[in-house]
């Protein structure tokens, strides 16, 4: 912590008291009962998970994202879906969230295209071409991927390297923006995101752009159950 | 706008014609009469009538605007139906004398006016009222009556049931046309820049009139054409439906 | 320090509006956009809930600001209180001095320029740099931005292509493009370099003390996530109850905003992570103005979308610039006047025909043009306008108005004059402004009265 002095206890006395003079009310800490969460839905149910897989992969597209969703069950395939999307773009120099899924997704990358993240100076990190992250949940109904960075390092993953390639389970498609998307109560530090399709700016003229600051080209990978 | 009260045949029905319709064009007020006669509504047009407020509660004097809509209440206050060929008046009626006094009697009678389409659907539930037009013709919604009565539906309605008028879509319908009272004189070029605007879209249709439900627009676009000399007329929703 | 209104120079661009033709083509571009979004969805239902929602908030706003803080500082991160802008540019500068910030990258925020930042932190040898691309433009051209969420709105992409040509030594394009990766590429590496980053705020949960930002290009979550100090700057109205509420903001928001779903990156800072320090600071720079009248109290619940503007005819046509204020348009219209400077009372309420177009899109449901017209009232009421004469001129009328004999000559009076005014080279005040660029009709040879009265 900083040891100079920021914080000042008057503005925050008076501006508190501003607004209770200002709704017309004593000093209480009892909230006045909340409207009901309700369900007022954005999307029409999708029921089962193929419709999910595929609605979310369409509604990537939408965004110009590509969502590819694999068919074989297990880590090894995985792995070789990454694998085979990292020779073919010929990303040299991929670095790698440190989560059980993306390790497992970056297994069949050679060690020569790895960049090392424990003990990566952010010089390093700037020449990554490829991040690899794992996504918590999809969410098919925006063809979002809820990511969940918590060290320094990794969460310039999903912004700094021009590409990126997300990996989730099939098992963690949801199928609206709820509550339980939102994820309530969480006590993690870091940022959780949610991230739709790649990088993209309209400033000028609503012409839009893709790889404004953030990777140009995005890419999730599912992968079956 | 439809309402849950309904009306009896019978019934009188009192006519509101603002000052600058009363004025510049009185047509409009005549053709609602002539319209609402040939429905065999028997029409009425109080006496001591002047103005609802609303140049003053627009332009933010609401002491003299209470005084003119308590006035308006006590002239209209035996009546169950009011009717106006003015959106922006039934607007002011409905809504502004609610705001200026929430329960006051204006308030009251206010919520039993009507802008002249919403009360031939909405009231007496008619589209057709037996009218033709032989013209290509384009409509412009007044603001208040779109928005605030939503009105527009009811327009459509009446003007698609009128015989051998052709209807042609205005570009950027829901634009307002830049009148807004003092506002045409305070910022005049704004307004202007936007009453050029609706005039080049509805010249852009090749309509032979631009109609509307509200005077005060027609006012503005049409004092605008006229400038420009063109052979584009504005006539009020009421005089099309008065024809036959 | 405090920004003032400056009611000569803000009248005199809204009698000569001079917005460049590529204002209006973005703004109904924006339009079509969010109307196609809107489609599909639940439209009126979000609306609805979402005013509720907010109305909750504002009504509980001090517990909930108390909830938030503690929830915040749970988990590391620091709170501080600000009561006007410059006390905010105050204790951000004290941040920035306390960690040794030499530049600070900034991720877009609309307090940033309540705060007047960038010349704060220039002025105290700290280099701000602008990274969303519509502020990085402004702050080359040394604008101001002229739209909440599209701040280079007012620029077209030849008026792009060749201030990077000055400014950035750049050849010259007009591709959109290009110009957006060439000012990707000048920021690349300012992200790593500097020691704090500056983020607004969307929506702060109580619930959880987490911040909400919501952005397309990146650069807030790499100004968040790349410097060891982030700031995230936030108005008091900022605050919700819970991360469910999200559900109805977000999609609304980027509807309302871009016409996307959802925007590419909703960000969650869920407090520093090991080795980083976070702060918020809290302002109210007039907010507690707006929420202590019950007429203006909705203005709060404003989520910065833009919608109003983007639909309002007279922003269209005079440009964000002409507002004099960091909030333009009918956003800006009403809040300006009790958070900035009563002076803008006398004419930012009344530059609108109260068309209603911002109400009917505002994704929140503010009743603009209503809180207009109730600041029309307060200008007249506390004499900030309607002066002596249009005083005398509405008592003329209302006397007029007020007896149908009186009633009866000024119609007659008004005939004449209409009609010598139609003939007459010279036509002064009023009636003059009106038929420079339009005509009036010939008054009808009977007014209705007199066509009732001989009909019976």
């Not at chain 3, 930012?348 to 017209?373: M, N, R, W, Y």
Request: aromatic share 6%; proline share 5%.
């Amino acid at each position: 912590m900083v040891g100079i002095a920021i914080v000042s206890a008057d503005a925050r006395a008076d501006i508190l008291a501003r607004i209770r003079a200002g709704l017309g009310m004593e000093a209480r800490a009892e909230l006045s009962e909340p409207p009901p969460i309700d369900a007022t839905r954005t999307s029409p149910d999708v029921a089962t998970r193929p419709d999910s897989c595929a609605r979310f992969a369409r509604e990537l597209a939408a965004v110009g994202g590509e969502a590819i969703v694999l068919v074989e069950a297990g880590d090894a395939a995985l792995a070789r879906a990454v694998a085979e999307r990292v020779a073919r773009f010929d990303f040299r120099a991929v670095a790698v969230q440190r989560d059980s899924l993306a390790l497992a997704a970056a297994a069949g990358i050679p060690a020569a295209r790895l960049i090392q993240l424990s003990g990566a100076s952010i010089d390093q990190l700037e020449r990554a071409d490829c991040a690899i992250v794992a996504a918590e949940s999809l969410i098919a109904d925006t063809g979002s991927a809820v990511v969940h960075v918590t060290a320094y390092e990794e969460r310039l993953l999903p912004y700094l390297p021009p590409a990126c390639i997300i990996v989730a389970r099939a098992s963690g498609v949801q199928v609206g923006l709820d509550e339980a998307a939102l994820g309530a109560g969480e006590d993690e530090r870091g940022e959780r995101v949610f991230i739709t399709g790649p990088s993209r700016t309209a400033d000028i003229e609503k012409t839009v752009v893709l790889g404004a600051h953030g990777p140009g080209s995005l890419t999730v990978i599912i992968a079956a159950d | 706008m439809t309402d849950v009260r309904t009306y009896r045949r019978g019934e009188p029905v009192a006519l509101f014609v603002p000052c600058f319709v009363d004025v510049f064009n009185p047509e409009a007020a005549r053709a609602v009469v002539s319209v609402l006669e040939r429905l065999a509504v028997r029409v009425e047009y109080p006496s001591e009538q002047t103005c609802c407020g609303q140049p003053a509660y627009n332009a933010g004097h609401f002491a003299p605007a209470e005084e003119l809509a308590d006035r308006f209440a006590r002239v209209f206050q035996d009546y169950a139906w009011i009717v106006t060929p003015s959106g922006s008046c039934a607007a002011m009626a409905r809504a502004g004398f609610a705001h200026l006094s929430p329960s006051s009697p204006a308030a009251s009678v206010g919520a039993r006016v009507y802008d002249f389409a919403s009360f031939l659907t909405g009231v007496l539930g008619v589209a057709d009222v037996g009218a033709r037009f032989a013209h290509r013709v384009t409509f412009h919604e007044g603001c208040h009556a779109l928005r605030e009565l939503g009105a527009l539906d009811a327009s459509l309605r009446l003007l698609g049931a009128v015989r051998d008028l052709t209807l042609v879509d205005l570009p950027l319908a829901d634009e307002c046309c830049g009148f807004g009272g003092s506002f045409s004189v305070s910022f005049d070029a704004l307004s202007t820049s936007m009453g050029e605007a609706k005039c080049d879209h509805a010249l852009s249709t090749g309509a032979e009139f631009l109609v509307s439900g509200d005077p005060s627009c027609l006012l503005h676009v049409g004092g605008m054409l006229r400038k420009r000399s063109s052979a584009l007329k504005t006539l009020h929703l009421a005089e099309v439906l008065a024809a036959t | 320090m405090s920004a003032r209104f400056d009611r000569a120079a803000v009248k005199q661009k809204f009698r000569e509006p001079g917005a460049p033709p590529v204002l209006a083509t973005s703004m109904q571009r924006s339009l079509d956009h969010k109307r196609a979004a809107q489609a599909g969805v639940p439209w009126e239902a979000l609306r609805d809930r979402a005013h509720a929602l907010k109305a909750d908030a504002i009504a509980n706003l001090d517990i909930l600001l108390e909830q938030f803080e503690r929830r915040f500082v749970e988990r590391g991160g620091r709170v501080v209180w600000a009561r006007t802008a410059d006390e905010a540019a105050d204790a951000f500068l004290r941040i920035c001095q306390a960690h040794g910030a030499k530049s600070v990258v900034k991720g877009k925020s609309m307090v940033s320029e309540e705060l007047r930042l960038n010349e704060r932190l220039a002025a105290a040898g700290i280099d701000p740099v602008e990274t969303d691309l519509g502020e990085f433009i402004v702050q080359l051209a040394g604008h101001k931005p002229s739209h909440v969420i599209a701040p280079a709105a007012h620029l077209s992409a030849r008026d792009v292509g060749t201030l990077f040509e000055r400014k950035l030594g750049l050849e010259f394009s007009d591709d959109p493009q290009t110009l957006s990766l060439a000012a990707r590429a000048r920021l690349r590496g300012r992200y790593v370099s500097a020691e704090v980053g500056m983020t607004g705020v969307n929506f702060a949960v109580a619930q959880t003390g987490t911040l909400i930002v919501v952005e397309n290009e990146g650069n807030g979550g790499l100004s968040a996530a790349a410097p060891r100090v982030h700031v995230a700057l936030m108005g008091i109205e900022k605050v919700i109850r819970r991360t469910a509420d999200l559900a109805t903001f977000l999609p609304l928001l980027a509807r309302s905003g871009t016409g996307q779903k959802i925007t590419t990156y909703t960000h969650h800072f869920l407090g520093p992570e090991a080795g980083k320090h976070q702060y918020c600071i809290i302002v109210d720079a007039g907010r507690t103005a707006l929420l202590a009248d019950p007429a203006t109290r909705e203005s709060l619940y404003c989520i910065r979308c833009g919608a109003c503007m983007n639909v309002c005819p007279v922003y269209r046509r005079v440009g964000g610039g002409a507002y004099g204020s960091v909030y333009p348009g009918p956003i800006g219209a009403v809040v300006t006047p009790k958070m900035v400077d009563p002076a803008a009372a006398s004419v930012l309420p009344f530059a609108s025909t109260l068309c209603g177009a911002c109400k009917d899109e505002c994704p929140v449901k503010i009743d603009l043009p209503l809180q207009l017209v109730h600041l029309r009232r307060l200008a007249v009421d506390t004499a900030v306008a309607g002066g002596l004469l249009e005083r005398r001129a509405m008592r003329m009328f209302v006397r007029a108005m007020s007896d149908v004999r009186a009633y009866s000559r000024a119609v007659k009076w008004l005939r004449l004059t209409s009609r010598v005014a139609q003939r007459s080279p010279w036509k002064p005040g009023p009636l003059g402004a009106w038929m420079r660029r339009r005509t009036l009709p010939a008054p009808a040879g009977q007014t209705f009265r007199e066509w009732w009265g001989s009909r019976s």
